[in-house]
Structure formats: C-alpha cells, structure tokens
C-alpha cells in the first residue's frame, strides 16, 4: 500500500516566512516574548500598546535581532478610532494582517483598587479593566477581521486570556503573597469575568468566520513566574501537577502552533496552558 504523501513537511508547517503578525500590548511581558518567537518563527511583526515610544523601539529592537520586518505604533485599544488607524498603518508598512495576537490587558492606575475584596470592588475600575480586556479585544479583531475577509485570505486570530477564565483562583494561595518589589497579588473578579468573556467571544468568531477561513482560538496561560515571593509561587506550585509556574517562554510553543499551517483545522478552541491546574 503506498501511503499518501505529506502535502507540506511537517517542521515546514510552522514556517511563518511571508505572514504578517500583529501583537496588541507587545511590550509587556508576555507581549515582547510572543513578538521574538514569531519573529523567530519568520513573521514580519507589527507592535502595538500604550506607551507613545515604547512600541517604535521594541520594534526596532526586534528588527535588529531577528532581521525581520517590524513596526511600532502606539494604540489605546480601548479607543476604536486608535485601533482603526493603528491598524491602517501596520497594513500600509507591512501589509494585511495573518496573525493577531490579542494580548493587551489592563490594570487599574491605582493598584489599591485591583486588590479589593469582591464586596468593594468599584463599578468604574470595572468599566475601565473591560474596556481594554473586552472592548478592545473586539475592536482589534473586528478591525482585522475584516481586512481578512475582504482580502480573501485566510487568517490566525489569536486571544490571550487565562486559566482564571476557565476555573476560579484559590483565595488561599495569596495569604501573605507578594511581588519582589512590593504590592500584594491578586485575581480580582473582574480579571476572571473578562477572560472567561475572551473565551465566549473566540468561540462565537470562530463559528461566524470560519467559512471566511479565518481561525479564532484562545491560548490560557497559568500562573507565570514574574517577580512573585517564595510563598505564592510555593503555594501556587503545590496546586499544580507539574510543581511549579510557567516560565513565560513555555507559552510560545501553542503561539506559533496557533499562528501557523500547523493549526490550520483548528479554530474555536481554547488551549489552557496551565501545567494541569484545571484538571483538578
């Protein structure tokens, strides 16, 4: 019997020579790790986030290192005119977008309020997180899913949302936990609302754009290692079959898979990168 020959080699699958990728928020921790591996990977890499110069210079960083295409353009995510231009710009310098990557997420400016109890927590930190974890997550891919669509071309939209949108975070792992630097940790109700919403709206794009040929799937990292104290990431660790937290680079791995060819029959699935926290 002859067996059937692989269209594509399969290290080839991953291949992202010729892709345009867009990052939202890529210059923040997990942004600027998803920028280097797609850059890696062969995508020309568009950044995009808050601060005015910080996405020019990451871009111009990445260049250097990688050899690749990049741009920086500053966008508050939460403004639709900003995505509208920001987009705009990325297609004139690197053309129409094949890879989102919808990581922007936010943080109020006063961190005393991310750390209320549920019973406290104001209204107006709420509207202000889910402009930025929801709307703006809209906003980028309705903006770039329709240059898709009218670029007859098929597409990778990818969202960033978290373990803590699938199942609830333990209030007992932040007792006397902190960061290096001071401030304590918390999952707030609204961070668990939002990324539980990332999830429902993936899976609604992917059933609505799938005959388009545009894929929608959601990445939920675990808990990553970022400067905790001893005592989350131990108690943290105990909750995990695997021991321990994500290092940030241990994510790339479903990034490109989703973002390639390698993927291509995958589309409405949320991929929970979590050591095994939620099967228990």
Sequence with gaps: M????????????????????????GCGLL???????????????AIIDLARAEPVRAAS?????????????????SLPEDVVSAVRQVEEELGVVDVLVNNAAA??????EWVRPAEDFSLSVWREIMSVNMDGLF????????????????????????????????????????YGLGGSINTPP?????????????RYLAAYWGHHGVRVNTIS?????????????KRYGERVPLGRMAEVEELCGALIFLASEASSYVTGQNLLVDGGLSIW
């Design 2 to 25: 002859t067996e059937r020959p692989w269209p594509t080699p399969p290290a080839d699958l991953f291949d992202l020579t010729g892709k345009t990728a867009l990052v939202s928020g």
């Design 139 to 178: 906003a980028l891919s309705r903006t770039v899913g329709n240059s898709m669509i009218k670029g007859e071309r098929s597409g990778s939209i990818i969202h960033i949302s978290s373990v803590y949108g699938t199942i609830a975070p333990n209030p007992d792992i932040y007792k006397d936990s902190s």
């Design 61 to 77: 960083e990445l260049s250097e290192v990688s050899g690749v295409n990049t741009f920086g353009v500053a966008c508050d995510v």
């Design 107 to 112: 943080k109020p400016a006063d961190m005393g």
């Design 221 to 233: 990292p675990g808990g990553v290692a970022d400067g905790q104290n001893a005592t989350f990431q």
């Design 31 to 45: 942004g600027k790790t998803f920028c280097r591996a797609l850059a890696t990977y062969g995508a020309s890499v």
């Design 190 to 202: 609204v961070y668990s609302a939002s990324k539980a919403g990332v999830v429902g709206l993936s």
